[in-house]
């Protein structure tokens, strides 16, 4: 069984950072994709960046693009998500999802494993 645990939410000014991180086990994930969304009060949860385990390639949605790093670790089995500039609409849970098809996509229904989520408030 896969589990996801996310970490590092927390309270910070607009332009500051954070680093979200998503520890995964129950499994290799050579052949995963394993990505982030976020979801707002209100609205729909929305994609934000995504990786390949094995190939390490990204994908990112164009309101983060420039700001938002999404990496993993593999020797810790760890996906992370560096968050600079932040701005009060990066306000959201945060979640981490994993998918076994090995392709990255940006559409929620690919991902069949999902994490609890982890907070992230931006003040102005």
């Known amino acids: 069984q896969v589990q996801l645990v996310e970490s590092g939410g927390g309270l910070v000014q607009a332009g500051g950072s954070l680093r979200l991180s998503c520890a995964a086990s129950?499994?290799?994930?050579?052949?995963?994709?394993l990505c982030w969304f976020r979801q707002a009060p209100g609205k729909e949860r929305q994609f934000v960046a995504a990786?390949?385990?094995?190939?390490?390639?990204?994908s990112y949605a164009d309101s983060v693009k420039g700001r938002f790093t999404i990496s993993r670790d593999g020797a810790k089995n760890t996906v992370y998500l560096q968050m600079n500039s932040l701005k009060p609409e990066d306000t959201a849970v945060y979640y981490c999802?994993?998918?076994?098809?090995?392709?990255?996509?940006?559409?929620?229904?690919?991902?069949?494993?999902w994490g609890q989520g982890t907070q992230v408030t931006v003040s102005s």
């Open positions: 999802a994993a998918t076994g098809n090995g392709r990255l996509s940006a559409r929620i229904g690919e991902y069949e494993y």
């Open positions: 129950g499994r290799t994930f050579s052949n995963y994709a």
């Open positions: 990786i390949l385990w094995r190939a390490t390639s990204t």
